[in-house]
């Protein structure tokens, strides 16, 4: 991926979200990153509504990473939106959520996601975890630029 390619975060838990970011910095991730705290947020920025219709206030992501269990809209509704959308379709979306319910799995992989991931609850696991999933995602795969 190229290092000008923006990462969006979907998180509404700052640990999690503050993890991530060591993850990212310990894998020396040099993409910028943007982070919405909600799905409402979320898909207002990737659809450039509400706050972010100022023309480059918000920059199309080249990888999403979207939590599910998020506050009004929630992450499955956002992948069914992105999915559903011509001009975000190819946006590569990586569910990184606490759910490992069967129901939720099948359903994001249904609705188009590109990959599933199960938060791991120990802190030193989870970073591992992140650094890995950006390994692959933001330096071994090609991702399409829009």
Do not use: H
Not at 73 to 96: C, H, M, N, W, Y
């Amino acid at each position: 991926m190229n290092e000008s390619q923006l990462l969006l975060i979907v998180e509404d838990n700052d640990d999690d979200y503050f993890a991530t970011m060591r993850a990212f910095k310990k894998a020396n991730l040099a993409n910028p990153v943007r982070r919405c705290t909600n799905g409402d947020q979320a898909l207002d920025y990737l659809l450039q509504r509400g706050e972010f219709s100022v023309p480059g206030s918000a920059p199309r992501p080249g990888l999403i990473l979207l939590d599910l269990n998020l506050p009004g809209t929630d992450g499955r509704e956002v992948l069914s939106a992105i999915k559903a959308e011509q001009d975000l379709l190819k946006i590569p979306v990586i569910v990184l959520t606490t759910s490992n319910a069967e129901q939720d799995i099948e359903q994001c992989y249904a609705v188009g996601a590109n990959s599933y991931v199960q938060k791991p609850v120990d802190f030193e696991r989870f970073i591992g975890a992140v650094a890995r999933l950006s390994d692959y995602w933001l330096n071994v795969s090609i991702l399409p630029k829009k």
